[in-house]
């Protein structure tokens, strides 16, 4: 599984650069999702060759500034997503998304944060120990939150959680 993400990667970095000299502008993060479904479907179809066995989620922002999240597939097939999860329970974390995101949690860093929080929890048990985060912010490098904070967000989250059930209890309980 490294080897053939690895290998993606790798492929993917000297497109960039290629397109880069060849255009001598930045390469778009649709270009680089197509580019990479293509050789992933490439791979896939062509017999002899090992195909990329994985779905990935690209993420990053363009030269102007705006952010993408993209989703390649094996087959070759890529999408542009506001938010989503893939994996196990990727269904559930997605479906979670979908109910819950807005356009105004995307706009603030802690409520993006606490909204991913919020999606993992559905699907993870024990807590914060099985649940890693990082925040891509724009012209800043990946930050991979320490456990302590992931800690940390998991305790407001349940507490917050546990609130919204109690108030829904009581809500029912008067009616």
């Not at 994996?87 to 559930?92: A, C, E, F, H, N």
């Not at 995101?101 to 603030?108: G, L, R, V, W």
């Not at 929890?121 to 925040?135: C, T, W």
Request: net charge neutral.
């Amino acid at each position: 599984v490294v080897s053939t993400q690895s290998t993606g990667v790798n492929m993917a970095r000297v497109e960039c650069q290629s397109y880069r000299l060849t255009v001598e502008d930045p390469v778009s993060m649709s270009y680089i999702a197509r580019h990479i479904a293509s050789v992933k479907q490439h791979f896939t179809q062509r017999p002899g060759l090992r195909p990329f066995g994985l779905s990935t989620l690209i993420v990053g922002f363009d030269y102007d500034g705006s952010a993408h999240l993209f989703q390649t597939d094996p087959s070759g097939t890529y999408h542009e997503w506001k938010a989503n999860a893939i994996g196990r329970s990727g269904k559930t974390v997605r479906e979670f998304l979908e109910k819950h995101y807005t356009d105004e949690i995307a706009a603030s860093d802690e409520a993006c944060i606490k909204l991913t929080v919020r999606a993992l929890l559905e699907v993870v048990q024990s807590g914060g120990k099985n649940i890693e985060l990082a925040v891509m912010r724009k012209g800043q490098a990946l930050e991979i939150l320490d456990t302590k904070t992931v800690e940390k967000l998991v305790e407001e989250t349940e507490k917050e959680r546990d609130a919204e059930a109690e108030a829904k209890k009581k809500a029912a309980g008067k009616s």
